[in-house]
């Protein structure tokens, strides 16, 4: 313990006496452990948020979407078709199916008053709601009733609201989409963004009776994609099969050609986030890897310069009774005390920075213990390693030769 002691009174001195070439070596480590605790911390941070939003579907969720298939014998691919018949048989006949709900998309512009903007416009049906996991905020959602005479009602998101009407009660006034006027009899509760980035709260939804006839025209009955929700998530697996043999059954394709639709579900999404969310990990942690190398090595050729300026120092250490050992753990110490230094002025500016970040994004990213243990260690480890060998030099230094160095 005393050797340790002096060792580390020996080194806090000559890190004094240097202030300069040790701020130099230390900022190499405190680069590469700032990028340790940022990519660790803000990585977790990115993966809870998108995991939070893709769960604000719903973890049952599936969605169904038709798929280009290649014809028997001919090169050309044909796009698949999905219908409301097929919601409705899928409703009527999937068991561990609980909503179905249709979907028709398109971008167009909406006045009222003075004020024109380009939004999202949707035609479903009152299950979106649930399955989408949509609230109304204000007003009321429209009934069976409206969506069999197509009437010309609509809920809207929260920033098409902003956008037309500002602080003013939406609810019970009147917009213009193309030649129609549409009344707004509610108000969506606000999502926030998906995690594709698309603002969720930026659409207009209405019948989709009313959006065939009056926004968009399509063939009768065609959807663009189809929503469903398991009973529960953890009949999702049982829900999808179900939908894959009925819709096999519908477009009459055979087991062992590939169908003309895919069906989706949440945990799919999830793997697909987390799989790409680890490898942009790894490869950010793979250049944090290389700073702390060359921060280790900065180390090392600091050391080494510090070794071949003491040779004098060290030679009348060894000529007084100093052993070997006691030189190696003098410059050891050194070493290890600037790579921790280094490493804990890396975890304090990159706790700070991951902080600052995850407040700016929305994302709750905080450092955990765990990070920051790992790069106290590794910062620590750095010492050790880069640092034995100029230890090891200046312990094996002959104490007569030494003495002669001017």
């Not at 479903?124 to 204000?138: D, G, L, N």
């Amino acid at each position: 313990m005393t050797l340790l002691l002096g060792a580390i009174r020996l080194a806090l001195s000559a890190i004094v006496r240097n202030k300069l070439r040790a701020a130099l070596t230390v900022l190499g480590i405190l680069i590469g452990v700032t990028a340790v605790v940022m990519v660790t911390a803000l990585a977790g941070g990115a993966s809870a948020s998108v995991g939070d939003q893709i769960d604000s579907f719903a973890s049952n969720a599936l969605f169904i979407n038709p798929e280009n298939v290649q014809q028997s014998g001919v090169r050309a691919k044909t796009q698949g078709r999905l219908t409301e018949g097929d919601g409705r048989a899928i409703a009527r006949e999937a068991v561990s199916v609980t909503n179905v709900a249709p979907w028709l998309s398109t971008m167009g512009q909406v006045v009222a008053a003075d004020r024109n903007v380009a939004t999202l416009l949707v035609g479903t049906t009152t299950s979106y709601f649930p399955v989408r996991r949509y609230r109304i905020a204000k007003g009321e959602l429209w009934t069976e009733t409206d969506e069999s005479v197509k009437a010309k009602v609509c809920v809207v998101g929260q920033t098409v609201a902003e956008k037309l009407f500002g602080n003013l009660d939406p609810v019970g006034r009147t917009i213009r989409i193309g030649r129609y006027p549409f009344r707004i009899i509610g108000t969506l509760e606000a999502k926030g963004n998906s995690p594709f980035g698309e603002d969720q709260d930026d659409r207009i939804l209405m019948p989709i009776g009313s959006f065939r006839g009056r926004v968009m025209r399509t063939s009768p009955g065609r959807v663009d994609m189809l929503l469903a929700s398991a009973s529960s998530e953890e009949t999702t697996t049982r829900a999808q099969a179900q939908i894959t043999s009925i819709l096999r059954q519908r477009h009459r394709i055979p087991e062992g050609r590939d169908p003309d639709f895919s069906v989706n579900t949440q945990s799919e999404m999830r793997q697909t986030q987390e799989a790409i969310a680890g490898v942009l990990s790894a490869l950010l942690l793979s250049v944090a890897g290389v700073s702390l190398v060359v921060g280790g090595i900065g180390v090392m050729n600091i050391m080494l310069v510090s070794v071949a300026e003491r040779t004098r120092e060290i030679g009348i250490r060894l000529s007084i009774g100093a052993r070997e050992r006691d030189i190696l753990v003098q410059f050891l110490v050194e070493a290890i005390v600037l790579s921790l230094t280094g490493g804990v002025l890396g975890i304090v500016v990159g706790s700070a920075a991951t902080i600052g970040l995850g407040h700016a994004l929305g994302w709750n990213a905080t450092p955990t213990l765990g990070s920051i243990g790992v790069a106290a260690a590794t910062s620590a480890f750095i010492g050790v390693v880069f640092g034995f060998l100029p230890a090891r030099r200046a312990a094996s230094l002959d104490p007569i030769e030494a003495l002669r160095t001017e």
